[in-house]
């Protein structure tokens, strides 16, 4: 059964940057496109960020373009995002997810229960 958890969030300073992990299970990695979503307290979930399992073509949402940046390990089975210059707008929910396609963008029809990522001085 396909299975994501996401881990590394935390308290973090404005411009401070921050790791996060998608660990997967249930399914072979490489073959499935995994999608970064956020959701902060009273508004909707938004895509973040998205890398394909084809060919590793990464898509970024415009407000963190230039500071996120995904990647991802097949032989740990573990997605990463990369976030730098981490302002106080990106505080959220950060969730990873998958729709069992092999390319970007991808509908969250699995997903983990997220990881807190706060941003505050």
């Known amino acids: 059964q396909v299975q994501l958890v996401e881990s590394g969030g935390g308290l973090v300073q404005p411009g401070g940057p921050l790791r996060l992990s998608c660990a997967a299970s249930?399914?072979?990695?490489?073959?499935?496109?995994i999608g970064w979503f956020r959701q902060a307290p009273g508004k909707e979930r938004e895509g973040v960020s998205c890398?394909?399992?084809?060919?590793?073509?990464?898509y970024y949402a415009d407000s963190v373009k230039g500071r996120f940046a995904m990647s991802r390990d097949n032989a740990k089975s573990t997605v990463y995002l990369q976030m730098n210059n981490l302002k106080p707008e990106d505080t959220a929910v950060y969730y990873c997810?998958?729709?069992?396609?092999?390319?970007?963008?991808?509908?969250?029809?699995?997903w983990g229960r997220g990881t807190q990522v706060t941003v505050s001085s």
């Open positions: 249930g399914f072979t990695l490489d073959y499935y496109a």
């Open positions: 890398i394909s399992s084809s060919d590793g073509s990464t």
């Open positions: 997810a998958t729709d069992q396609s092999g390319s970007c963008p991808v509908q969250d029809d699995y």
